[in-house]
């Protein structure tokens, strides 16, 4: 499995743009990205980081880190997720980042996803799906995530980097993922969820025996 993420990280540093912001996601792939990068010969202007521990990994690694806000475009974001399906939507979070990273996900003109095999799925939704929530509004989410007929598990003692908290909703019916994160945004309280259905990956790289795989929207 670890030799499958640093296959699939080493691959991903072809879709990297020299001399450009580069959008970094969070997670164990992404670590290895970084890793790779580092050793690389690839030279980037700047990177912007979905959280604090990659923020922490880049800056060790020499690579200078700046916010969004003063970041223009950002052409490629390269991240990890939890579970892809054939269209290559997402269920992402499992880092708590899930909030950070869709931004720069939609912030970004390409959206290159890296997992390992297991990650694939035919129907989103064996993972437990991360919403970020706002302290406060905890329970009342949580009771309106049973209303949409998941069972949700607070993820104690997580707070995520914007203070906030997660919530794993489990048996989750994910047959229409951009239909299903629409309604889950809508609840107050919510921050956002970790389906990546209204904008998915736009490339993904998938790490198997055989060699590294590239599929695209
Ligand atoms: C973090 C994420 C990660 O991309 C996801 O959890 C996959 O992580 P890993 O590469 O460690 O399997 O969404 O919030």
Redesign the pocket.
Known sequence: MSEQ?RQVATAALAYVEEDAVLGV????????FIDALASSSKRIEAAVS??EESTRRLRDAGIDVIELNAAGSIPVYI????EADEHLR?????????TR?KIIAAASTSFV????ES?LVRTLGAFPL?VEVIPMARSYVARKLVGLGGQPIYREGVVTDNGNEIIDVHNLDITDPVTLERDINMIAGVVTN?LFAHRPADILLVATDAGVQTKRR
């Open positions: 993420k996601g969070t997670g164990s792939t992404v670590n290895c979905s959280s991240d990890g997720a939890d997402l269920i992402k979070g499992g880092g708590a980042a899930l990273e996803c890296i997992v390992d990650k991360p970790g």
